[in-house]
């Protein structure tokens, strides 16, 4: 049997863990960090304790995010939140919009990343939008050809981290992404409203802290 090279120390946390590529709000996190009982950072990331839950904040895309997950103690063990934001497939979604992952599907290179393409996800049930989404490596697998593929298949938006996470973890998780743009044939168009936006982060935000707390 091969021997894994890579065997970090993992540490103990609580029994939820809130996984946030960026939180878009500084102002906001900056006050957050304050009431925490502990901090340190990890990779460029952040690892910030409270009593019932964890967050693990600042990765962008898969593989920093697993890579940061093997510190974890006991992580298959535990209740994971994921809160990120996401590319917009429908010109529905024209604006920030808080979507509750309801399933993630993958697409490209991530096709190989397990045998199942598609997984289901939990769902808070606090009256968000439910959409189903994919995952990309990189962006620059959006083209105009991949953009009409995933719209066929009934995609709303597209994100870089949930499928390979939920492959990782095996086991369903909650997820919510927040739209920060719109995908068409013709480019990408970035929503203006920044205010709305941080609005509808935090609103996410608290419902999964309310959510633990129940």
């Known amino acids: 049997m091969d021997k894994l090279l890579f065997t970090p120390?993992?540490?103990?946390?609580?029994?939820?863990?809130?996984?946030?590529?960026?939180?878009?709000?500084?102002?906001y996190f900056e006050q957050l960090k304050k009431k925490a009982l502990g901090t340190f950072e990890l990779f460029n990331s952040e690892i910030i304790f409270f009593e019932n839950y964890t967050l693990l904040v600042g990765f962008l895309g898969y593989p920093h995010?697993?890579?940061?997950?093997?510190?974890?103690k006991d992580l298959k063990s535990k209740e994971v939140f994921f809160?990120?934001?996401?590319?917009?497939?429908?010109?529905?979604?024209?604006?920030?919009?808080?979507?509750?992952?309801?399933?993630?599907?993958?697409?490209?290179?991530?096709d190989y990343f397990c045998e199942a393409k598609s997984f289901p996800l939990k769902t808070l049930n606090h009256g968000l939008r439910k959409a189903k989404g994919v995952t990309v490596d990189i962006i620059q697998r959006e083209t105009s050809s991949w953009l009409r593929e995933q719209v066929q298949r009934g995609m709303e938006f597209v994100e870089m981290e949930i499928f390979p996470l939920r492959a990782y973890l095996g086991k369903p998780f909650h997820a919510v992404v927040v739209t920060t743009d719109l995908l068409k044939e013709t480019g990408i168009v970035v929503?203006?409203?920044?205010?709305?936006?941080?609005?509808?982060?935090?609103?996410?935000?608290e419902l999964i802290i309310k959510t633990i707390g129940n």
Do not use: C, M
Not at 16 to 23: A, E, K, M, R, S
Not at 191 to 205: A, I, W
């Open 65 to 72: 995010l697993l890579t940061n997950l093997e510190f974890i």
């Open 191 to 205: 929503f203006p409203d920044k205010k709305r936006l941080l609005e509808e982060f935090v609103k996410s935000y």
């Open 83 to 110: 809160l990120g934001t996401a590319g917009s497939l429908n010109e529905e979604i024209a604006e920030p919009t808080s979507l509750e992952v309801e399933a993630i599907y993958s697409t490209a290179i991530l």
């Open 9 to 27: 120390k993992q540490v103990d946390i609580p029994p939820h863990l809130v996984l946030i590529p960026f939180f878009w709000d500084t102002n």
